[in-house]
């Protein structure tokens, strides 16, 4: 039979056990809200960087036609290849 001293010994070494099992799983946990966190964050991040080159596509699309636009309609273009 054990001795009420090693059942006590047992139950504290049980118990310590199961307490930094709690705190593993808990620090775990918060590291994994962390991770999820910063993936939404980038996430983010990259749906902006994705709109602001959408838009700065946009704007350079436009200022090419634009200028091309001009210089046909003005015939700057044959000057410019006449050397006139």
């Known amino acids: 039979m ?3 001293h090693d ?8 118990n ?5 099992l709690k705190s593993v799983l808990m ?6 809200v962390k991770v ?3 993936h ?3 996430l983010d991040v990259l749906r902006r960087v994705s709109e602001d080159e959408q838009i700065l596509n946009s704007i350079w699309q436009r200022k090419r036609r634009w200028i091309g636009h001009v210089l046909r ?3 700057l273009c044959m000057k ?5």
């Open 27 to 32: 620090s775990s946990y918060d590291l994994e």
């Open 2 to 4: 054990k001795r009420k």
């Open 40 to 42: 939404q964050a980038k």
């Open 7 to 14: 059942v006590q010994s047992s139950q504290r070494l049980y």
């Open 73 to 75: 309609h003005n015939g």
């Open 16 to 20: 310590c056990m199961v307490m930094q």
């Open 36 to 38: 999820v966190e910063l």
């Open 80 to 84: 410019l290849l006449k050397a006139e």
